[in-house]
Every structure is written in C-alpha cells, then in structure tokens.
C-alpha cells in the first residue's frame, strides 16, 4: 500500500525550544490515526510539519512521495475551535466554500459545481438549511460539522482534524465519529484527540506526541495515563534535551 | 446654523470639504471594515502615526529645498506604503514579535517626522492640519488625488473580494488552498495605508483610527455579513463626516476632533440602546 505520510528523523525547534525531536512516521493511505499527548507537547507543531506550514529545521517529510508544499492542497484541515474568529463576519456557505477558494473566481458568480458539492456536503452534515446563517450563530457541533464540510469540499486525499470532538454534545461527536468512520479505507485521517477512550476504540493506530513522537498501542496509552506520565511538564523535556546538547 | 446652510450653496471652501468628506468615508467604510473584522487596529494605528516621518520630509524637501513638487500628502502616501510593507513582512515572519515591531514603527516613524519639521525653516502652520486634520483647507488638487485612490481601493478591493476575505479569516487555510497569502495581505496593507492617507486630510493622523474603525464597529453589531458591514460602513461615515464638518464650521471648532466625538459618542448610544434591546440586531440595518 502506498504511504501517505513518511517522515524520516524530523526535528523542529522554535528559537531555543525543540518541539520535535528525530520523528520517525509512516502512514499508509486509508489510514485511521489518532495522535494523542499532553497540551504544548507539539501536536499542532507535527500537523503544521505535515502540512507543510512550516519547514523542518532537520529530516524529510513526504506526502505520497511528494514535498508537503507541492501536496498541501491534498490536505484538508479542520482547526482547532478556540484558534477561530467567532465574531468573523461569514455565512455557513461562504465559509465552507473556502475550502475550494483557490479553484474559485475571486470575483462574480462561483463555480456551479463547486457550488453544488458544497450543497451536497451541507446536506450529509445536516446544515444545509443553516447555509445562509452567519457562522457565529451556529452551536459547537454545527460548527465543527461546517469546518469538516469546508475540509471535504476540494476532495482531499489526507483529513486532519484537531481536537474536532471538543466541547461538543454527544449526539454531535457520534454523528462526526460516524461520518470520519465512513471515510475508512478512502481518506487517510489524523485525529488529534484528549479523549484517550475515543481514540482507543475507533482508531487503527496511535501516535504520541510528546516533543518525541511515538507509536503506541491501547493497553499503552491506558497505561501511560493511569501512571501520569501523558503530563509530564514539556519543560523538562526542553532541559533534557538542552543538557544532552551540552554535554 | 441658517448661516450654515447659506454657506452650503455659496462657500466653495464648504462644498469642497464635504465632497472630500464623502471621498474619505467610502474609503474608511471599506478598508475600515477589513481592520476591524482582521483585528488590526493597531497596526493600522500605526500604519497612520508613522506616515508622519514622510509628510515631514516632504515638508522639509519643500521648504528648505525649494522642491515644490514635494507636496506633505505624497510623502503621507509614500511612507504609509513603507511602513505597511515593514509591517507586513514582520507579520509574516516574525508573528510573535508583531505587537514590538508595531509599537517601535509607530514612534519611528513619528520620531523621523518631528525632526524633519524641527529642521523646517519659518512657518509650520499648515503641518498641524495633518496631525488634527482640516478638511476645510482642502483644494480641488487633493480632492483628485483623493477620487484617484478611491478608485484604486475601490476596483482592488472588487477584483481581490473573496481572497482578501479568506485571508482575513484564516490564514493557514489559505496558504493551504496555494492562495498568494504575502501578496494578498501586502496588498491589504497597502489599500489601508492608502485609506488612511485619504482620512489624513479629514480627521487627522492622531484621530484617524476613529473614523477608519468607529463606523464598521458599530455595523458589525448590527449585521454578519461583511458586505453589509461595508455599505453600512459608507453610509454612517458620510453621516459622521458631514454631521462634524457641518458643525465644526458652524462652530468655529477644528472638523478632525468634531467628526471624532460624533463618532465616539453615536458608538456609546449604540451600545447602551443594544444593552436596553432599543436596537435589535438585523432590524437596524435591515434595509439591505
């Protein structure tokens, strides 16, 4: 099966801080992964590296065998809730057809297919009827639906989502689970998830990241969070990693 | 105030403003609406104070070199567009240290400015019209000038619509999509600077973050759509504009500070008639 995602010895830092250290992943296409670690333990950080956001300071990311810059658009993203605008002046269309804008004219009427997908999109989330509302006047499932629909409207290949199941009501989290579980086998996907029980029951595979990045299996990730140790303060990593430099 | 409305009809001084005036507030209601939805006031802020390094080179130029092609405004639109690539590139490079970059370019920018108008010769009168702005001192030359960069914003901002939005609303997502992200936000910026140039003449460079951002404040609680925010933008800063032209000549008071008390005082009575649900959101600007 061909790999969606390689990386081979990443290593980012900001300024003096290493986020990442000598990641080693592979990710085949159709992949289900669940990444999983503490708060500022470089999650956001390794999905910028695969989105090519940013660049690393060492190592080699390849998305289907390509740079991440050159494969970006392959990639949709649903942000983290808390990192939006949500007094930002937008209807639930406009904003789900931001996942295709690049494709569409920046002026006059858009695309009629691109217009229709993001219709058919709406329906399968159950939001068509909110179209016209303005995105702030959505609940937090509502919201998170609309992003995931923004993330699906250029077909991407590669599904990431942060943190998509937080702060939302149950009803909500089953109907994304569900649709995420649909993509099985067709869409490679990265969940980045605190909820250690959703991640173990509906993911194929687990990944750490705690500046190290790692694979884990169920009966680990249970382990690690009864002794503790998915909190271990990053800044001892740092000084770890700073006192291994100087010696 | 019938002496007021006599000069509307006969003083040329009066129409001139008002016309520059309307020029200033199609500016304001659309670049405005960007700084505020994009949360970039004080950035514009200091985009607007560190214009004053070029009016008072021009003004040096002119007056001590005998360079009568260096009119102040030219040197307001040439350091605006400077400072708006400084700033943008710190944005883009830099994210964490923007709030530093911005202050240090503000007092730069207006440090480069009091010591070129220290070093003028004679007379300084007319450079207090760009720090409090008088828009009864405006001359028919201006008034072009100022239709020539409302244009510029105006047919920019139609063709680049739909990505100026996406960038304003996330910016990885737009980098994501293979949009030119530094081209667009260097081009916003520079539309901004251009906006403030044009509000310099009306408000001033001290007041002029009131008028670029009071007036789409006030839209945005009424409305979520941005396009509405626009239109509604316009039209309450041709109120402004013209309320304290009208007034500040009836008065003999200086228009730049008038037009911003009008400003600041119809934003508190909008927010205290929300806080008694005297005005109810999409029922005020419901027309559209």
């Known amino acids: 099966m061909t790999n969606a995602i390689e990386m081979k010895n990443v290593s980012f830092s900001y300024d003096e801080n290493l986020i990442i250290k000598k990641a080693n992943v592979t990710i085949s296409q159709g992949d289900f992964v669940g990444i999983i670690g503490p708060n500022g333990g470089g999650k956001t950080t390794f999905l910028k590296l695969i989105m090519g956001l940013i660049t690393p300071n060492e190592g080699i990311i390849k998305i289907f065998n390509h740079s991440p810059k050159s494969e970006r658009k392959n990639i949709g993203y649903v942000p983290q809730r808390i990192n939006v605008d949500k007094e930002f002046p937008i209807t639930v269309l406009e904003l789900v057809l931001l996942g295709a804008i690049s494709k569409i004219r920046p002026f006059g009427n858009i695309e009629s297919q691109i217009k229709k997908r993001a219709f058919d999109l709406l329906e399968q989330m159950g939001i068509l009827n909110l179209r016209k509302v303005s995105f702030n006047e959505l609940s937090g499932g509502q919201l998170q639906r609309a992003f995931i629909a923004r993330a699906l409207l250029s077909d991407p290949d590669i599904l990431i989502l942060d943190e998509p199941t937080s702060s939302i009501d149950p009803k909500a989290e089953k109907m994304i689970f569900d649709l995420l579980l649909s993509f099985r086998g067709n869409k490679t996907i990265l969940m980045v998830s605190h909820d250690l029980n959703t991640i173990i029951t509906q993911v194929k595979s687990i990944i750490s990241v705690q500046q190290t990045v790692q694979y884990r299996l169920p009966e680990e990730v249970c382990e690690h969070f009864a002794m503790g140790l998915y909190h271990v303060p990053l800044i001892k990593a740092n000084k770890d990693h700073k006192k291994e430099k100087n010696t | ?288």
């Not at chain 2, 996330?170 to 044009?198: A, C, R």
């Not at chain 2, 909008?270 to 008694?276: A, C, D, Q, Y």
């Open chain 2, 1 to 288: 105030m019938m002496e007021t409305l006599h000069a509307l009809s006969s003083n040329p001084f009066l129409q001139i403003a008002l016309l520059g005036g309307l020029l200033a507030s199609i500016a304001s209601g659309v670049m405005g609406s960007f700084v505020v939805i994009k949360r970039i006031a004080s950035l514009s802020g200091s985009i607007a104070h560190s214009i004053l390094g070029g009016i008072g080179f021009f003004y040096w130029l002119k007056y001590n070199h005998g360079q009568t092609w260096a009119d102040p405004i030219y040197g307001a639109f040439l350091a605006g567009i400077i400072s708006a690539f400084i700033i943008g590139w710190v944005h883009l490079r830099y994210k964490q240290k923007e709030d530093a970059a911005i202050a240090a370019i503000w007092s730069t920018g207006m440090a480069i400015g009091v010591i070129f108008i220290s070093l003028i010769k004679g007379y300084k009168a007319d450079f207090t019209s760009f720090l409090f702005g008088n828009i009864l001192l405006l001359s028919t030359k201006h008034l072009l000038f100022l239709g020539v960069l409302d244009l510029v914003i105006l047919l920019t901002t139609f063709f680049l619509y739909r990505y100026f939005v996406a960038i304003c609303f996330d910016e990885e997502q737009s980098t994501m999509q293979d949009l030119p992200v530094t081209f667009l936000y260097f081009t916003l910026l520079g539309l901004i600077s251009l906006s403030i140039v044009l509000l310099l003449q009306v408000i001033g460079i001290i007041l002029v973050i009131a008028l670029l951002t009071i007036p789409p404040t006030i839209a945005a609680l009424f409305t979520g759509r941005l396009i509405k925010i626009m239109i509604s933008s316009i039209l309450l800063a041709i109120i402004f504009n013209t309320l304290g032209i009208l007034f500040a000549y009836s008065l003999d008071i200086p228009p730049g500070a008038t037009v911003a008390i009008i400003c600041a005082l119809s934003y508190v009575i909008v927010l205290i008639g929300k806080r008694f649900n005297c005005l109810k959101k999409r029922t005020f600007f419901s027309i559209f």
